[in-house]
């Protein structure tokens, strides 16, 4: 499996991970120390390490912080949710029935092509709240990653297991149940991962409209009043959440893989 090769081999070791992570925080201080603290860029030094992270830790004391955390992660977990409950079902018919990839493989692909916030003025006039929008804006940037990737497990189990089972009398339905959603179930995991971080960047933007929570709210906020380390705590926020968003379902892809050649 290349993408969980890439995304879910953990080989390394957790020591490793964390001298990368040590690594990125020293490039942040280097990078934003020769930029920030020059006399032309002064007022922007609030995005340096320590007074961002002195903005983040006040605001984890603050309930607007909580109370945007909650409504972004429900927006990302609700929009990811109604994808997967479309695209998975669409992904396994693309893999299972050659003639049904044939007529949708090009549509699905020209969708993808289609900026997710290129959609945005749609979702403005079609949905009559700022909350359904936004829903939609996920579902439209995540659904095609999910069908796709789904499509390409059902593709890559074993055609020798279909005949075998098909010798033994099983139909399309037995099929699909006990080989196909077992064996493609990493690739969907897979592909809730790669949602996830296309939903992130989707969400952001969208809460510049009109709500009045959520982290995107909040780092529009930032930027309006110039609170430059609120802005940068609000980023690295998000990527904190990201990151431990996409290692549970990192865990999930460990739990349920198994290996079908053993």
């Keep these: 499996?290349?993408?969980?090769?890439?995304?879910?081999?953990?080989?390394?070791?957790?020591?490793?991970?964390?001298?990368?992570?040590?690594?990125?925080?020293?490039?942040?201080?280097l990078v934003a120390g020769f930029l920030?603290?020059?006399?032309?860029?002064?007022?922007?030094n609030g995005f340096l390490p320590g007074p961002?992270?002195?903005?983040?830790?006040?605001?984890?004391?603050?309930?607007?912080?909580?109370?945007?955390?909650?409504?972004?992660?429900?927006?990302?977990?609700?929009?990811?949710?109604?994808?997967a409950v479309m695209g998975v079902p669409i992904g396994i018919l693309v893999g299972f029935y050659p003639r049904f990839r044939g007529l949708s493989y090009s549509s699905i692909q020209f969708v993808r092509m289609i900026s997710p916030l290129s959609w945005?003025?749609?979702?403005?006039?079609?949905?009559?709240?700022?909350?359904?929008?936004?829903?939609?804006?996920?579902?439209?940037?995540?659904i095609c990653p999910?069908?796709?990737?789904t499509a390409i497990g059902v593709l890559n189990i074993n055609p020798q297991w279909i005949k075998m089972a098909l010798n033994q009398g099983a139909n399309n339905f037995q099929l699909i149940k006990t080989i196909v959603i077992p064996f493609s179930l990493p690739y969907m995991l897979t592909s809730l991962r790669l949602a996830l971080g296309v939903a992130w960047i989707v969400l952001v933007p969208a809460e510049f409209l009109g709500v009045s929570s959520g982290l995107g709210y909040l780092i529009n906020d930032a930027r309006d009043t110039m609170e430059y380390d609120k802005l940068m705590a609000m980023i690295i926020a998000i990527g904190v959440l990201g990151f431990s968003l996409d290692r549970i379902i990192q865990r999930l892809q460990h739990t349920f893989s198994w290996s079908w050649n053993e």
């Design 120 to 142: 945005m003025p749609i979702a403005i006039l079609l949905f009559a709240s700022f909350e359904s929008a936004i829903y939609f804006l996920i579902v439209m940037a995540t």
């Design 146 to 149: 999910i069908i796709l990737n």
């Design 52 to 83: 961002t992270l002195k903005a983040l830790m006040a605001s984890t004391q603050e309930s607007r912080f909580w109370i945007s955390v909650f409504a972004s992660l429900k927006r990302i977990l609700i929009g990811i949710g109604l994808a």
């Design 1 to 29: 499996m290349g993408l969980n090769a890439v995304f879910g081999n953990r080989d390394f070791g957790w020591k490793y991970e964390m001298i990368g992570l040590a690594g990125f925080a020293c490039l942040w201080i």
């Design 36 to 44: 920030f603290t020059r006399p032309e860029f002064s007022r922007f």
